[in-house]
């Protein structure tokens, strides 16, 4: 069975400094990856994806995510906080292989930006 | 509109009563996804329709919820005895699809939600 932790509930960082999301998975064979963000009141809304390839993923609003087999992660990271990224983000797992599997999602975890 | 479109955006019920959710996916998907998320939590996976079949219904949480998807486009999923319970917000996606050609990742595209409230 496919699963998904985000250990932290709230990540709290200074506007300007680098931050981290937490995700691990477990899933059958090799994963597809997903980070998605939602807002107050809005859907959930595609950040990046990791298929394969490259370990790092560069996605939308400057973040980008690392891909680590060994440790089965994928952690969100962004390199300089915005206030305005002030959010709640959610990692989802598939797997790769299948052709009828489901996406499961984390718990999430709420990214507070403080000025 | 070009987006994955639900309705209606709110619905409040009494205990009891019967309620259809819609909706509508994006032109030409062929996988649709239905989720229940409660305040602050991730989605919870429910059903997952890969054209007119459901593929995978396995989080479907009893026999009071069902969903169709008849010409594998439009999707409609039913609460039957509503229960307090219930209250959430109901997420459907779509995405191109979910085969495991490595450029169809199965990408989802979320609608806004329909609320669901049972008094």
């Known amino acids: 069975a496919q699963s998904v932790a985000q250990p932290e509930d709230q990540v709290n960082v200074a506007e300007g400094n680098p931050l981290t999301v937490k995700c691990t998975y477990s899933?059958?064979?090799?994963?597809?990856l997903f980070w998605y963000v939602q807002y107050p009141n809005r859907g959930l809304q595609f950040l990046l994806k990791?298929?394969?390839?490259?370990?790092l993923v560069k996605g939308s609003y400057g973040f980008e995510a690392e891909f680590n087999k060994s440790q089965t992660s994928f952690h969100l990271k962004k390199p300089s906080a915005l206030v305005s990224d002030s959010a709640l983000y959610f990692c989802?797992?598939?797997?790769?292989?299948?052709?009828?599997?489901?996406?499961?999602f984390g718990s999430g975890t709420r990214l507070s930006i403080r000025p | 509109g070009a987006g994955v479109s639900q309705t209606p955006s709110n619905k409040v019920t009494e205990k009891g009563k019967y309620v259809e959710l819609r909706c509508d996916p994006i032109s030409g998907h062929t996988a649709l996804y239905w989720y229940r998320q409660s305040l602050g939590q991730g989605p919870e996976f429910l059903i997952y329709f890969q054209g007119t079949g459901a593929a995978d219904d396995s989080g479907l949480p009893n026999d009071r919820f069902f969903a169709v998807r008849p010409e594998g486009s439009v999707s409609t999923l039913k609460i039957q005895r509503t229960e307090r319970g219930d209250s959430a917000m109901y997420l459907c996606?779509?995405?191109?699809?979910?085969?495991?050609?490595?450029?169809?990742?199965?990408?989802?595209?979320f609608g806004e939600g329909s609320r669901l409230t049972v008094l």
């Open positions: 989802a797992v598939r797997p790769g292989y299948s052709s009828a599997s489901k996406i499961i």
């Open positions: 996606a779509s995405s191109s699809t979910q085969g495991g050609d490595s450029t169809n990742t199965g990408e989802l595209f």
């Open positions: 899933v059958s064979g090799n994963p597809y």
């Open positions: 990791y298929i394969t390839g490259d370990n």
